[in-house]
C-alpha cells in the first residue's frame, strides 16, 4: 500500500477529447508530481508542485494542464492528446521543499493511458 | 541534465544466482534511492544512501553507494522469481531540493 492513489488507472480517448487524470496521497506530504514513462526512455519529469505552487514545468506542451487544489490532490487535465501520448503517468510525493531529509518520493500506480 | 545510466539495460538469470546491477553518472549526488517497478504498478522505494561508501543490506539485496557519490550497485544473492522487475536508480542534488534524476533503469528477470 502505498498511500499514494491514481484514477483512472486505464483509458483510452479519442484525439479530441477532454479527460482528467487524479492523484491523491494520504501520507501528509507537500510536493506533488506529474511523470510519463514511456517504453524504453526513463522516467521524464512533468511537473512539480510544492505547497500547492508550481515549482517546475519540464517544457511539457499546453495539452497537458495541471492542477493543484490542495497538497492531497493533483489532478492532469487532458485535451487534444496526440498518439504519442500515450504511456503511463505515473503521479508521485514527497516532503517537499525545506525537508532536511534525504529525497524520497512515493509513487502512485499509475494511470495507462492510450491515445486512438 | 545529469543523466543516470544503469547497466546492463535487460538481464535474465535462472533463480538462484548471483547479480549486480550498477548505477554510474558523471554528477555527484546527495542521496541517491533504488526503485523497483513491477508490470502496471509504479516504483517502490527500495532503499536510500547518502553517505559515500555506505552499504546497505536489505534481506538477500545489498546496495553500495560510491565513495565520491557519483555510481551505486545493487547486489542480489539468490535471485528469486519475486525479484522479476525493473530497477530504478535516482538520484538527488540537495536534501529538501524537489528533483530527482531517475536512471535508464534495469530490467531483470528471474528464471524459475
Known amino acids: 500500500e502505498t498511500g499514494v492513489t491514481q484514477t483512472p488507472r486505464h483509458l483510452v480517448m479519442g484525439m479530441t477529447n477532454k479527460k482528467s487524470l487524479k492523484c491523491e496521497q494520504h501520507l501528509g506530504h507537500n510536493a506533488m508530481y506529474w511523470y510519463k514513462q514511456s517504453a524504453k526512455k526513463p522516467l521524464e519529469l512533468m511537473f512539480v508542485y510544492n505547497f500547492k505552487e508550481q515549482t517546475e514545468n519540464n517544457s511539457v506542451p499546453s495539452r497537458f494542464s495541471p492542477e493543484c487544489p490542495n497538497s492531497s490532490h493533483l489532478f492532469l487535465h487532458l485535451h487534444t492528446l496526440q498518439p504519442e501520448d500515450s504511456a503511463l503517468y505515473l503521479c508521485?510525493?514527497?516532503?517537499?521543499?525545506?525537508?532536511?531529509?534525504?529525497?524520497?518520493?512515493?509513487f502512485g500506480p499509475g494511470t495507462r493511458l492510450t491515445v486512438t | 541534465t545529469q543523466l543516470l545510466e544503469q547497466s546492463p539495460q535487460f538481464l535474465s538469470i535462472q533463480e538462484g544466482e548471483n547479480l549486480t546491477v550498477y548505477c554510474n553518472s558523471s554528477s555527484v549526488f546527495s542521496s541517491l534511492q533504488w526503485y523497483r517497478q513491477e508490470p502496471g504498478e509504479g516504483p517502490v522505494l527500495l532503499v536510500t544512501v547518502v553517505t559515500g561508501g555506505e552499504v546497505k543490506k536489505l534481506k538477500r539485496l545489498t546496495f553500495q553507494f560510491g565513495d565520491a557519490r557519483k555510481d551505486s550497485s545493487l547486489h542480489i544473492t539468490a535471485a528469486q522469481p519475486g525479484d522479476t522487475g525493473l530497477y530504478l536508480c535516482a538520484g538527488g542534488r540537495n536534501f529538501g531540493n524537489e528533483k530527482l534524476t531517475f536512471g535508464t533503469g534495469t530490467r531483470l528477470t528471474i528464471i524459475p
Open positions: 508521485a510525493s514527497s516532503q517537499g521543499r525545506a525537508s532536511t531529509l534525504p529525497y524520497e518520493q512515493y
